[in-house]
């Protein structure tokens, strides 16, 4: 059995031996001034922070209830995403063409629109004198200024990218391999369990990094629809917002929190990438 | 042994349609039997396994396995039954293996018995059987992407198997193999359709699949069954070009002389008579006085054309008359196993075949006159239905 032997020899030594096709010299200027437009704004921030401040700013109670906060809606409103979003990746993926453009159209929507504007929307539906609102009022639920609502919030503008990766993926792999499950005897639940998701894996790994991260950073729905109080709807980028208007906080506040939220990403991107190493071929 | 026992025969008469296309079936494949279908690109071959394995359904007709119903439709409100893929016990294997490639070998061959609601460790014993049985045991641990092509046809045959198919359809299993190996699977499959005594159609473009492994073989052309029969008859006597050329013979249509031959005309308006010697070939049926004047059809191969110079033959344009003989302009030459293939401006459609050597001393050219002479005991003639 020596056929295994090239594949796994070839898998990592594409590059000896072989010439790179070079960048033509112009385009390299550009491309550096991309990277430093990513780059330099984050070293930036770096150079500004005064690390002396930084263990009271990010130890402190209203840093780390913030933290949490953000931590748990993110959390929360991912697992809602996945819960909502593979079904729905799936049903757009096995669409008709027609029906399917029409849906990925309304699943983008929220992505290119202002988050602000999201915001606004979600209380025409569920604010106070909204389409839902006043019903929902009747039952007693309130959502608007409440915990919920920051979850609600980033399930809005978060559930895009878990969609779209994942209906992407499920498109590269196909119907062939559900159509062989099938044929030997599985249920379309079977299959969707034994075949399509695990096949998806890579697709809905990345989707949820993308949707977490999204959902970590939500601020314009948030602040517009959640509110900014301290413990209940003061997510990490709320809290940024405030101690960088300075009410009552320094800007070195602001700072050292952003550096937390940046922290954070880094692990995220960092964890995906473990995962991703062993994750099957 | 763990044998699958079949409940019974397919039966599918049927017209389906895929956009503008319509092909319409009629055919019978008893338990133990492997009925071969050929035809080219575009005849209705994955139109024909997809309304029997379900992915398709029927616009009329019925696909029945045993004593069940896979599908009928009948035309206006007669009943309509399409059974769903899962429950059709059809096993279906392809040209491309489609392993699962999160699950390892094992799980692969375990899908089937698994997902047909037996338990885990049954399901992998049963598998492991069934990887036995293909020669495969050793690879059970292995991811598909560390096998071979043919290690995982091999696998993929086991994990259709596995799943106790009462109905196999193989759709051009061996087409991306290389010759030892599709040569290995032609004989492992020929086993296992025997042991199982599943019925078995057999898509290829291969006539060595259909002589290998069928007793019978169809011919799909345009969407319908040009030919149906045992392998011997249809490749022996061809009613089509398509088959013709797939069994590498010569079919020559004309009208039946009544002198058991058949009158065959050239481009230049010139007649080849073809007349068989007494015995008749595979497949032929002897021509009698009454067939004269009917469309008829002699079968001979490329090989079994002598060709000699004209003077050296002795031959004058008069003798050209002489049956099983014409004299004929190369027209086309192109390389051919051992030799060379042509064919003549009188009759594009019969090609010849002659060692290297032959070409060498003829002088060979596009443009040269040659006498060309069919060995009449290799020549089947049959009436034309």
């Not at chain 1, 993926?169 to 062939?176: E, I």
């Not at chain 1, 949707?211 to 940024?240: D, K, Y």
């Not at chain 2, 026992?5 to 055919?27: D, N």
Request: proline letters at 6%; aromatic letters at 4%; one cysteine or more.
């Amino acid at each position: 059995m020596t056929e295994a032997t090239p594949v796994a020899a070839t898998r990592r030594g594409t590059g000896v031996g072989r010439r790179v096709s070079p960048v033509p010299g112009l385009l390299v200027v550009p491309a550096a001034i991309g990277i430093a437009v990513l780059a330099l704004p984050l070293v930036a921030l770096l150079l500004r922070l005064d690390w002396s401040a930084v263990p009271e700013a990010v130890t402190s109670p209203a840093a780390v209830q913030a933290l949490s906060l953000s931590l748990a809606t993110a959390g929360v409103a991912t697992v809602c995403c996945l819960l909502l979003g593979i079904p729905l990746a799936l049903v757009i993926a096995r669409a008709g063409r027609r029906t399917a453009a029409v849906l990925r159209a309304l699943v983008t929507l929220p992505l290119v629109l202002p988050p602000l504007v999201g915001g606004i929307a979600l209380l025409a539906l569920l604010g106070r004198t909204g389409l839902f609102g006043e019903s929902l009022a009747l039952l007693g639920v309130r959502l608007p200024f409440t915990t919920a609502a920051v979850v609600i919030a980033q399930v809005f503008v978060a559930l895009p990218f878990l969609v779209i990766s994942v209906e992407g993926s499920m498109r590269a792999v196909g119907t062939r391999f559900e159509a062989v499950g099938a044929g030997l005897g599985a249920s379309p639940l079977t299959v969707f369990r034994r075949l399509t998701l695990p096949l998806v894996g890579p697709g809905v790994l990345a989707g949820t990094v993308l949707c977490f991260a999204r959902a970590l950073g939500e601020f314009g729905a948030t602040a517009l629809f959640a509110g900014n109080t301290a413990g209940v709807t003061r997510t990490m980028p709320l809290a940024i917002y405030t101690a960088f208007n300075g009410a009552g906080v320094s800007e070195d506040t602001a700072i050292a929190l952003s550096l937390m939220l940046v922290a954070v990403a880094i692990a995220v991107l960092l964890v995906m990438r473990g995962w991703r190493e062993d994750a099957p071929r | 042994m763990t044998g699958v026992e079949a409940s019974g025969a397919l039966v599918a008469e049927f017209a389906s349609e895929r956009g503008a296309f319509r092909v319409e079936a009629s055919l019978r494949v008893e338990r133990g039997e492997l009925l071969a279908v050929l035809g080219p690109n575009g005849s209705g071959k994955s139109t024909l396994l997809a309304t029997i394995a379900g992915h398709l359904a029927p616009t009329e007709g019925v696909v029945r396995l045993g004593d069940r119903e896979l599908a009928r439709r009948d035309g206006g409100a007669g009943a309509t039954i399409d059974l769903p893929v899962a429950e059709r016990r059809v096993g279906l294997l392809g040209q491309e293996s489609l392993l699962f490639r999160h699950l390892d070998v094992l799980e692969n061959v375990a899908f089937g018995p698994r997902a047909q609601g037996r338990g885990r460790s049954a399901a992998r014993l049963d598998a492991m059987t069934w990887l036995e049985r293909v020669g495969a045991a050793e690879l059970s641990r292995r991811r598909p992407a560390e096998l071979s092509g043919g290690q995982q046809q091999r696998v993929a045959i086991a994990r259709t198997l596995a799943a106790r198919p009462e109905l196999l359809l193989l759709d051009e299993p061996f087409a991306a193999l290389d010759v030892p190996t599709a040569a290995t699977m032609r004989r492992l499959i020929g086993e296992l359709c025997a042991q199982t005594a599943t019925p078995t159609i057999l898509v290829t473009h291969d006539p060595l699949d259909a002589i290998v492994l069928a007793q019978r073989a169809a011919i799909l052309h345009d969407g319908r069954i040009a030919q149906l029969g045992p392998v011997a008859e249809v490749l022996g006597h061809p009613a089509t070009p398509f088959v013709a050329a797939l069994a590498g013979v010569n079919l020559a249509t004309g009208v039946a002389t009544g002198s058991g031959g058949v009158a065959v005309s050239g481009a230049d308006g010139s007649l080849l008579r073809l007349v068989p010697s007494e015995h008749v070939g595979d497949g032929g049926r002897p021509l009698g006085p009454a067939a004269a004047g009917a469309p008829a059809s002699a079968v001979f191969s490329p090989a079994a054309v002598h060709v000699s110079p004209l003077g050296e033959a002795g031959a004058a344009a008069s003798d050209s008359m002489m049956a099983n003989r014409w004299i004929g302009t190369v027209s086309l030459l192109q390389p051919a196993p051992g030799g060379v293939r042509l064919t003549t401006e009188e009759h594009p459609g019969l090609a010849v075949d002659l060692p290297g050597a032959a070409a060498v001393a003829l002088e060979l050219r596009p443009g040269a006159r040659l006498a060309f002479i069919v060995a009449a005991a290799e020549i089947s003639v049959r009436e034309h239905a």
